[in-house]
């Protein structure tokens, strides 16, 4: 039998949704509905929900209590639960369950990467100051690199787990630690692209070369910052501006 294109999609989608753990499929399924309404829809009925995931109510329940202790969703007694505005009114868990669940799209990589911005120059300087040789004997290791995303990814990860705990303020790792699951997703789609690559090489070794001086190294972390940015973009195809007209769209629509 041949499948079109679409069907084998579906069906590939079909069969990873099937493989989860029961109690993965079942906050998968309900992210995905919450993701595509807006806030302040109501979600079916629990009794209802069960039919159509095809789950015992049990399990459901106790999914539908973690989305609002999280911020996704408020259940509330003898009327609809409905979607919670998880955007503005959410946590860093938000974050977490996207990255957990593969739901992070380059929207959401892009606002990401302006908070790496805003922050990583200030425990640059930071840590530069207090342990300049630190810095620079884990930059030496960026020469072993080898030319895949994963190892691109983990390294960065590592280098920037460093310059937050050498900054010598607990608030930065303690920041960082929360989007470890977050970030490692990202940086493997961000590695993936060629330019991200280069663009990082060059910027170890430019960091080195500005070591021991504080100030030109958080400079360097900046240009980065501002580089990492400009590729994403030019990647994705603006896809984070269309991401905030689709959510504006969707808004307007309910007026």
């Known amino acids: 039998m041949t499948f079109s294109t679409q069907q084998r999609t579906h069906q590939k ?23 595509a309404g807006v806030p302040g829809d109501a979600l079916p009925s629990e009794r209802e929900l069960a039919v159509a995931l095809g789950v015992n109510r049990q399990p459901l329940r106790e999914a539908l209590q973690r989305l609002s202790r999280d911020g996704w969703i408020e259940i509330r007694h003898g009327k609809p639960t ?10 860093l868990t938000i974050l977490d369950t996207l990255a957990r669940q593969e ?12 908070v790496r911005m805003a922050l990583a120059p200030a425990y640059g300087y930071a840590a530069v ?34 310059l937050c705990i050498e900054s010598g303020n607990p608030v930065y790792p ?16 961000y590695f993936s692209l060629p330019g991200a690559r280069e663009s ?25 910052m501002r580089r990492s940015i400009d590729i ?10 269309s991401e905030q007209a689709s959510e504006k769209s969707k808004k307007r629509g309910r007026r």
């Open 13 to 35: 989608a079909e069969l990873e949704l099937n493989a989860l753990r029961p109690s993965d499929y079942i906050e998968k399924a309900l992210l995905d509905r919450i993701m």
């Open 82 to 91: 409905v979607i919670r505005n998880y955007r503005e009114e959410g946590g």
């Open 103 to 114: 739901l992070l799209d380059a929207g959401w990589i892009s606002s990401l990467l302006d």
């Open 129 to 162: 100051r207090r342990n300049a040789a630190g810095v620079e004997a884990y930059l030496q290791r960026s020469v072993l690199l080898t030319d895949v995303a994963d190892a691109f990814a983990i390294y960065d990860w590592q280098l920037h787990r460093l």
């Open 174 to 189: 303690m920041l960082l630690n929360s989007f470890s699951s977050v970030y490692r997703q990202a940086g493997e789609l």
């Open 200 to 224: 990082s090489r060059m910027f170890y070794s430019d960091l080195m070369a500005a070591l021991p001086d504080a100030e030109r190294a958080a400079e360097e972390v900046r240009i980065v």
């Open 232 to 241: 994403w973009l030019a990647a994705s195809g603006g896809a984070a501006g």
